[in-house]
């Protein structure tokens, strides 16, 4: 697992994203707190000098030494801090700056950010509170101390027509004016806001370095009490998985995850537990197969003999019979013979009747020799000789040997023969399974019928098929199954060996025979042959 997927990582930055916006918060609300007392400081200040100013030029003033007041506020417009001090009449005018630009005599602009704050309303007000007649703006003042458009704060403080003012001999005023003058003080506040910009980087590397210091706090943590747990425990579950059932895990916490590794431990030794009871259930199971499959092969040997023996007994009262009805008429003709011969009894036309007996004698030893032929070919096959051969000359072949019994049957032969490549195949075998085949079906047909020879290729499976199709009888469905069957046969006089020789021959070349057959409409047997 890669390491910005593991669970201690996404706890880690889910941490420190936490502490970030907190600190980020925090920091916030800390510099807003810290800018709003530094404000209120130098405002307090500010207000003060002005108080100040104002009471040290009030006995210059009630005497009309305007040198003096002027000497006063020049001086102090000199302090360090101060950007300058500056006295308005009601009217706007300027009458003293300690600025000596030459804006003494100038008119103030009344919409300027400097005076909006007592002539908002188109005329000055009486009075103020104390945030009223402060602003902070913007300057462009410039001196060799001082920057270009830095800020600064400005405080008013109108000089009211007191009763020391309207009753003296010097200079009186009315007593229906009320604001004589406004003595304006601004302060550079350029000190501030470099104290701020500190505050704000000092906040900045104290949060990264709390984050910084945080993180790698929370990841030893989860290092120690999280992520070595849980690696132990994944590695533990790999082990396991791969058939280690000895491994332990070493228990060395009481938290959660000392339980966890208590419980992983405690299902190890379950499943060693279920382990074992399942080998001895398969050395059970595998000594009572034993024992079963020992006496399913005792009674299995016993069945193959008793079934050895009911075939052989079978099979010999099969032989037997066929070969007896065949040997009995042989027996009949011979013994007539003998009596007719001992008696005398005997002309020229009986020598016709004799010659009539002694070829049904032959044609009865024929059938009881090939008896014996199908007999020792179902039960003792040869391996076929296996050589390239035509297919189609050997069923023409085949069918030569038959011709003189389908005209005396009065079949019609239909031959649909197409051309084949050469299969891998012993000819004499072949020859034999179509013999076979075309007898059937001559058999199947006494009354006549049509016989069709049908052979094709298949070059998407590269096999060869032979049909030999007849119109005679058919075979019930019922006897479908078992026609391949050792001595079962549908004919009266039929061995029941044929078709067995010939889907053994069939099946010794690797191929085999199948069979549709309609009752009363008759029957298609292909023979299907690989050609390699």
Known sequence: MTWYKSIGMKIILS??????????????LFLGIQRENLNHA??????????????????????NRKEAAYKIMETIG????IEKVRVYSSEGKILFSSDNTGEVGRMVNQKAE????????????????TSERSRVFYSDHNNDTRNVNHRVLGIINPMYNDSGCSSAACHAHPESQKVLGVIDVTMDLSEVD?????????V???????????????????????????????????????????????VTTSDEMGHLATSFNQMTLDLQSAQKQIQEGIRNLEHKVEERTKELKTTQSQLLHSEKLAAVGALAATVAHEINNPLTGVYTYIRLMERKI?????????IAKYKGYLDTMRREVERTTAIVQNLLDFTRPKDPVRKPMNLVKVMEESLALISNKLSLTNIELVKILNPLPEIQADPAHMKQVFLNLLINACEAMEEGGTLTIRCDYHPETNTVTMSVRDTGTGIEEKDL????????????????????????????????????????????????????
């Not at 941490?15 to 916030?28: F, T």
């Not at 400097?114 to 509170?129: K, M, N, Q, T």
């Not at 070595?228 to 070493?250: A, F, N, Q």
């Not at 078992?482 to 020789?501: A, E």
Request: net charge positive; charged share 20%; glycine share 10%.
């Open 114 to 129: 400097a005076c909006f704050g007592c002539h908002s309303e188109a005329r000055p007000l009486e009075r103020l509170a």
């Open 78 to 81: 000199q302090q360090a801090g």
């Open 42 to 63: 130098i405002l307090r200040t500010a207000s003060q000098l002005s108080e100040t100013i104002k009471k040290s030029i009030q006995n210059d003033m009630l005497e």
């Open 204 to 250: 900045l590397i104290v949060s990264v370095v709390s984050v910084v210091a945080i993180f790698i706090i929370v990841a030893l943590i989860l290092f120690h009490f999280i992520e070595r747990p849980v690696k132990e425990l994944v590695l533990g579950t790999k082990r396991i998985s791969g058939g280690d059932l000895d491994h332990m895990i070493d």
């Open 481 to 532: 199954a078992r026609i391949f069957d050792p001595f079962f046969s549908t004919k009266k006089k039929g061995t029941g060996l044929g078709l067995s020789v010939v889907n053994g021959i069939v099946t010794r070349h690797n191929g085999k025979v199948e069979i549709d057959s309609t009752p009363g409409k008759g029957t298609d047997f292909r023979v299907i042959l690989p050609v390699g």
């Open 342 to 350: 001992d008696q005398g009894q005997y002309g020229a036309e009986d």
């Open 15 to 28: 941490v420190v994203g936490m502490i970030l916006i907190v600190n980020g918060i925090l920091a916030y």
């Open 194 to 202: 470099s104290q701020m910009a500190w505050a704000r980087r000092q």
